[in-house]
Protein backbone atom coordinates (compact mmCIF):
# COMPACT_ATOMS: atom_id res chain seq x y z
CA UNK A 1 0.00 0.00 0.00
CA UNK A 2 2.26 3.04 -1.02
CA UNK A 3 -0.51 6.18 0.35
CA UNK A 4 -0.21 8.68 -1.44
CA UNK A 5 2.89 9.41 -4.19
CA UNK A 6 3.83 12.30 -5.58
CA UNK A 7 6.37 13.01 -8.48
CA UNK A 8 8.53 14.66 -9.20
CA UNK A 9 10.18 15.29 -5.61
CA UNK A 10 12.26 18.29 -6.73
CA UNK A 11 11.97 20.41 -10.31
CA UNK A 12 13.54 23.60 -11.63
CA UNK A 13 11.43 25.98 -13.78
CA UNK A 14 12.01 28.72 -15.67
CA UNK A 15 9.59 31.44 -16.01
CA UNK A 16 7.26 30.91 -18.56
CA UNK A 17 7.50 27.31 -18.83
CA UNK A 18 4.53 24.57 -18.55
CA UNK A 19 4.76 21.51 -16.05
CA UNK A 20 2.74 18.76 -14.46
CA UNK A 21 3.13 17.50 -10.96
CA UNK A 22 1.29 14.24 -10.46
CA UNK A 23 -0.18 12.62 -7.89
CA UNK A 24 -1.59 9.99 -7.27
CA UNK A 25 -3.43 7.32 -4.49
CA UNK A 26 -4.08 3.81 -4.30
CA UNK A 27 -6.38 3.73 -1.14
CA UNK A 28 -10.24 4.12 -3.74
CA UNK A 29 -10.45 7.35 -1.68
CA UNK A 30 -12.94 9.76 -3.25
CA UNK A 31 -11.30 13.42 -1.98
CA UNK A 32 -8.16 14.71 -3.31
CA UNK A 33 -6.77 18.19 -2.66
CA UNK A 34 -3.52 19.87 -3.82
CA UNK A 35 -2.07 22.68 -0.93
CA UNK A 36 1.50 24.54 -1.46
CA UNK A 37 3.00 25.68 1.83
CA UNK A 38 5.40 28.97 1.87
CA UNK A 39 8.64 29.28 3.78
CA UNK A 40 7.57 29.76 7.96
CA UNK A 41 4.09 29.32 6.48
CA UNK A 42 1.01 26.70 6.79
CA UNK A 43 -0.79 25.23 3.66
CA UNK A 44 -2.81 26.81 1.49
CA UNK A 45 -5.48 25.31 -0.58
CA UNK A 46 -5.18 25.27 -4.16
CA UNK A 47 -8.08 23.13 -5.60
CA UNK A 48 -9.85 19.69 -4.57
CA UNK A 49 -11.98 17.56 -6.14
CA UNK A 50 -14.93 15.32 -4.34
CA UNK A 51 -14.72 12.74 -7.08
CA UNK A 52 -14.20 11.88 -10.74
CA UNK A 53 -15.08 14.33 -13.01
CA UNK A 54 -15.60 16.71 -10.46
CA UNK A 55 -13.03 19.60 -9.03
CA UNK A 56 -13.22 22.76 -7.57
CA UNK A 57 -10.89 25.83 -6.87
CA UNK A 58 -9.72 26.54 -3.03
CA UNK A 59 -7.69 29.21 -1.65
CA UNK A 60 -5.12 30.44 -3.94
CA UNK A 61 -6.36 28.75 -7.63
CA UNK A 62 -4.96 31.50 -10.06
CA UNK A 63 -2.05 29.89 -11.85
CA UNK A 64 -2.95 26.34 -11.48
CA UNK A 65 -5.51 23.74 -13.44
CA UNK A 66 -6.33 20.56 -12.05
CA UNK A 67 -8.47 17.33 -13.66
CA UNK A 68 -9.59 14.06 -12.28
CA UNK A 69 -10.32 11.56 -14.84
CA UNK A 70 -9.81 8.72 -12.61
CA UNK A 71 -10.60 8.20 -8.97
CA UNK A 72 -6.81 7.42 -8.57
CA UNK A 73 -4.49 10.15 -10.02
CA UNK A 74 -5.19 14.18 -9.82
CA UNK A 75 -2.77 16.13 -11.42
CA UNK A 76 -1.68 20.05 -10.89
CA UNK A 77 -0.98 21.76 -13.65
CA UNK A 78 1.40 25.26 -14.21
CA UNK A 79 0.21 26.92 -17.61
CA UNK A 80 3.07 29.73 -17.16
CA UNK A 81 5.21 29.25 -14.37
CA UNK A 82 6.06 32.23 -12.37
CA UNK A 83 8.74 32.94 -9.43
CA UNK A 84 5.85 33.94 -7.15
CA UNK A 85 5.08 30.09 -7.59
CA UNK A 86 7.97 29.00 -6.22
CA UNK A 87 6.92 26.56 -3.04
CA UNK A 88 6.47 23.02 -1.87
CA UNK A 89 3.48 21.31 -2.94
CA UNK A 90 1.35 18.63 -1.10
CA UNK A 91 -1.12 16.35 -2.60
CA UNK A 92 -3.67 14.79 0.18
CA UNK A 93 -6.69 12.28 -0.46
CA UNK A 94 -9.20 10.97 2.11
CA UNK A 95 -12.58 9.42 1.99
CA UNK A 96 -15.45 12.15 2.76
CA UNK A 97 -15.05 13.11 6.72
CA UNK A 98 -11.87 10.71 7.42
CA UNK A 99 -8.40 11.80 8.11
CA UNK A 100 -6.60 13.16 5.49
CA UNK A 101 -3.47 11.34 4.10
CA UNK A 102 -0.02 13.87 2.76
CA UNK A 103 2.39 13.26 0.07
CA UNK A 104 6.01 13.68 1.10
CA UNK A 105 5.87 16.73 -1.42
CA UNK A 106 7.24 18.54 -4.55
CA UNK A 107 9.60 20.69 -4.18
CA UNK A 108 9.63 23.58 -7.24
CA UNK A 109 11.70 26.66 -7.47
CA UNK A 110 10.77 29.31 -11.12
CA UNK A 111 13.94 31.10 -11.97
CA UNK B 1 -14.21 28.56 8.10
CA UNK B 2 -13.74 29.01 11.71
CA UNK B 3 -10.49 30.28 12.89
CA UNK B 4 -8.16 28.39 15.26
CA UNK B 5 -4.97 30.48 17.54
CA UNK B 6 -1.87 28.72 18.32
CA UNK B 7 1.09 29.61 20.61
CA UNK B 8 3.44 30.25 17.74
CA UNK B 9 6.22 27.76 19.43
CA UNK B 10 6.90 25.68 22.84
CA UNK B 11 9.37 24.01 24.69
CA UNK B 12 9.68 20.17 26.29
CA UNK B 13 12.29 18.23 27.82
CA UNK B 14 12.59 14.71 26.54
CA UNK B 15 10.14 12.03 28.37
CA UNK B 16 7.90 14.64 29.98
CA UNK B 17 4.17 15.15 28.82
CA UNK B 18 3.55 18.31 26.70
CA UNK B 19 -0.09 19.93 26.72
CA UNK B 20 -0.36 21.72 23.34
CA UNK B 21 -3.47 24.52 23.63
CA UNK B 22 -5.65 25.42 20.64
CA UNK B 23 -8.35 28.45 21.11
CA UNK B 24 -11.54 27.94 18.79
CA UNK B 25 -13.83 30.45 20.11
CA UNK B 26 -15.97 30.88 17.35
CA UNK B 27 -16.54 26.56 16.79
CA UNK B 28 -19.91 25.78 15.20
CA UNK B 29 -21.56 22.56 16.40
CA UNK B 30 -20.87 20.51 13.23
CA UNK B 31 -17.31 21.40 13.50
CA UNK B 32 -14.75 18.75 14.07
CA UNK B 33 -11.47 19.78 16.02
CA UNK B 34 -8.62 17.84 14.23
CA UNK B 35 -4.84 17.89 14.85
CA UNK B 36 -2.31 16.91 12.33
CA UNK B 37 1.70 17.44 12.51
CA UNK B 38 4.19 18.58 9.95
CA UNK B 39 8.11 16.99 10.55
CA UNK B 40 11.05 18.42 9.24
CA UNK B 41 10.76 18.26 5.09
CA UNK B 42 7.36 15.60 5.21
CA UNK B 43 3.93 16.09 4.80
CA UNK B 44 1.61 16.69 7.28
CA UNK B 45 0.55 13.33 9.13
CA UNK B 46 -2.58 13.30 11.23
CA UNK B 47 -2.80 13.09 14.83
CA UNK B 48 -6.08 12.75 16.11
CA UNK B 49 -9.25 14.03 16.12
CA UNK B 50 -12.53 15.01 18.04
CA UNK B 51 -16.07 16.10 18.24
CA UNK B 52 -16.84 16.76 22.12
CA UNK B 53 -15.41 14.18 24.34
CA UNK B 54 -11.73 13.50 24.95
CA UNK B 55 -10.22 11.24 22.44
CA UNK B 56 -6.90 8.68 22.98
CA UNK B 57 -5.09 7.03 20.44
CA UNK B 58 -1.71 5.72 20.48
CA UNK B 59 -0.15 8.54 19.61
CA UNK B 60 -1.90 11.46 21.67
CA UNK B 61 -4.64 12.40 23.83
CA UNK B 62 -7.37 15.24 23.23
CA UNK B 63 -8.80 17.00 25.67
CA UNK B 64 -11.66 19.37 24.69
CA UNK B 65 -13.22 21.96 26.68
CA UNK B 66 -16.91 21.46 27.97
CA UNK B 67 -18.18 24.61 25.56
CA UNK B 68 -15.39 23.08 23.02
CA UNK B 69 -14.11 27.05 22.54
CA UNK B 70 -10.79 25.24 23.27
CA UNK B 71 -9.03 22.08 23.02
CA UNK B 72 -5.79 20.13 23.98
CA UNK B 73 -3.21 18.06 22.42
CA UNK B 74 -1.47 15.85 24.87
CA UNK B 75 1.67 13.79 24.56
CA UNK B 76 2.27 11.99 27.05
CA UNK B 77 5.71 11.51 26.86
CA UNK B 78 7.35 13.76 24.35
CA UNK B 79 10.54 12.37 22.16
CA UNK B 80 13.12 13.40 19.95
CA UNK B 81 10.93 12.60 17.03
CA UNK B 82 7.99 14.76 18.38
CA UNK B 83 9.40 17.96 17.07
CA UNK B 84 7.57 19.29 14.51
CA UNK B 85 4.96 21.65 13.85
CA UNK B 86 1.47 20.76 14.92
CA UNK B 87 -1.78 21.96 13.62
CA UNK B 88 -5.21 22.33 15.21
CA UNK B 89 -7.64 22.70 12.53
CA UNK B 90 -11.69 22.74 12.53
CA UNK B 91 -13.27 20.59 10.30
CA UNK B 92 -17.42 21.32 9.70
CA UNK B 93 -18.80 17.62 9.54
CA UNK B 94 -19.16 17.27 5.70
CA UNK B 95 -16.75 19.10 4.23
CA UNK B 96 -13.14 17.59 3.55
CA UNK B 97 -11.19 20.89 3.15
CA UNK B 98 -8.46 21.22 5.70
CA UNK B 99 -7.67 25.32 6.74
CA UNK B 100 -4.09 25.55 8.41
CA UNK B 101 -3.00 28.14 10.44
CA UNK B 102 0.92 28.52 10.79
CA UNK B 103 0.57 26.12 13.81
CA UNK B 104 3.17 25.46 16.70
CA UNK B 105 6.41 24.29 16.45
CA UNK B 106 7.37 22.08 19.06
CA UNK B 107 10.93 21.70 20.21
CA UNK B 108 12.13 18.71 22.39
CA UNK B 109 15.06 18.96 24.38
CA UNK B 110 17.60 16.40 25.80
Known amino acids: NAGVTQTPKFQVLKTGQSMTLQCAQDMNHEYMSWYRQDPGMGLRLIHYSVGAGITDQGEVPNGYNVSRSTTEDFPLRLLSAAPSQTSVYFC??????????FGQGTRLTVV | DAKTTQPNSMESNEEEPVHLPCNHS???????IHWYRQLPSQGPEYVIHGLTSNVNNRMASLAIAEDRKSSTLILHRATLRDAAVYYCILRTGTASKLTFGTGTRLQVTL
Open chain 1, 92 to 101: ASSSLRREAF
Open chain 2, 26 to 32: TISGTDY
